[in-house]
């Protein structure tokens, strides 16, 4: 059974197109993030969102609208993609904020390349 | 900003050696965590240290963690071909909603 998974593994697409990607932990965990991680592997927060709430916006271009319809999903719209963007996108949670022990579970990832 | 930064960027050991990497960070924090990410994969954590600890084990890992140099090491003992992966160090800040500021991390290759 796969903790947090996530859809599409690959997106490749053409400059100034709309995409999603989706996110779903089993975990029951409340509180869920979305990360990017460039060519130099250096991985760095955009959003959290904890029992549907937006907790963690970091400075990211509005062009990215993360969406919890529920806690155990969370998603996240991209408008007008442009080649910055292209990296790999994690998806993670964790229990709840502020809990004891912190572990964040991570998804599989999903490589967006934009053309 | 990156909180975390970790050397060397890149180690290259034979198996059964150990292998140390280091951690550095800039503000006070509430935890470490330090994570593995194989090739293509996700981020796996290993271990949390939380400030008030100076030394943490878990199986060939060993995490210490000294607040007044805001550092962090991680040592795994006797290494194997399957430790070879990206290991990443990642603080966690008070009162920082589990917001984690990872490091660059260290690309360890063990070599049967």
């Known amino acids: 059974d796969t903790a947090v998974s996530q859809t599409p593994k690959y997106l490749v697409t053409q400059m100034g197109n709309d995409k999603s990607i989706k996110c779903e932990q089993n975990l029951g965990h409340d509180t869920m993030y979305w990360y990017k991680q460039d060519s130099k592997k250096f991985l760095k927060i955009m959003f959290s969102y904890n029992n549907k709430e937006l907790i963690i916006n970091e400075t990211v271009p509005n062009r990215f609208s993360p969406k919890s319809p529920d806690k155990a999903h969370l998603n996240l719209h991209i408008n007008s993609l442009e080649l910055g963007d292209s990296a790999v996108y994690f998806c993670?949670?964790?229990?709840?904020?502020?809990?004891?022990?912190?572990?964040?579970?991570f998804g599989p990832g999903t490589r967006l390349t934009v053309l | 900003s990156q909180q975390g930064e970790e050397d060397p960027q890149a180690l290259s050991i034979q198996e059964g050696e150990n292998a140390t990497m280091n951690c550095s960070y800039k503000?006070?924090?509430?935890?470490l965590q330090w994570y593995r990410q194989n090739s293509g994969r996700g981020l796996v954590h290993l271990i949390l240290i939380r400030s008030n600890e100076r030394e943490k084990h878990s199986g060939r890992l060993r995490v210490t963690l000294d607040t007044s140099k805001k550092s962090s090491s991680l040592l795994i003992t006797a290494s194997r071909a399957a430790d070879t992966a990206s290991y990443f160090c990642a603080t966690e800040r008070s009162g920082g909603y589990n917001k984690l500021i990872f490091g660059a991390g260290t690309r360890l290759a063990v070599h049967p």
């Open positions: 993670a949670s964790s229990q709840e904020v502020g809990a004891a022990y912190n572990e964040q579970f």
């Open positions: 503000t006070s924090i509430n935890n």
